[in-house]
């Protein structure tokens, strides 16, 4: 079984950057789909982009410009998220996640999860 460790979160001021890293250890499979996420104090969790290893996905519109992926697909660290300017309304718990389906298949129900690392920005 995977076990995926997100790092490299922390607390910025606003217009800082932080890259996070997803870590990967456990038994070696193929990632197909790759993707972040956040949930903000009070909301749900919301993707902020997905990468098909065949493809990608848009990120979602209040991070475009601003945040960006880096994939390796190795089993160590198959994913990176950049994060430029960040804004007050970013802080968020960033969970990165992975699939051995497509993301067609992966969206909405992915296999394996991290326990999330934390962002918070301060104006």
């Known amino acids: 079984q995977v076990k995926l460790v997100e790092s490299g979160g922390g607390s910025v001021q606003a217009g800082g950057s932080l890259r996070l890293t997803c870590t990967a250890s456990g038994f070696p499979y193929v990632f197909q789909c790759l993707g972040w996420f956040r949930q903000a104090p009070g909301k749900e969790r919301e993707e902020v982009g997905i990468?098909?290893?065949?493809?990608?996905?848009?990120l979602i519109d209040s991070v475009m410009g601003r945040f960006t992926f880096s994939k390796d697909y190795t089993q160590q660290n198959p994913l990176s998220l950049q994060l430029n300017n960040l804004k007050p309304d970013d802080p968020a718990i960033f969970y990165c996640a992975t699939d051995t389906r497509g993301c067609a298949q992966a969206r909405g129900a992915f296999e394996s999860w991290g326990q999330g690392t934390k962002v918070t920005v301060s104006s």
């Open positions: 990468i098909d290893r065949d493809g990608g996905a848009p």
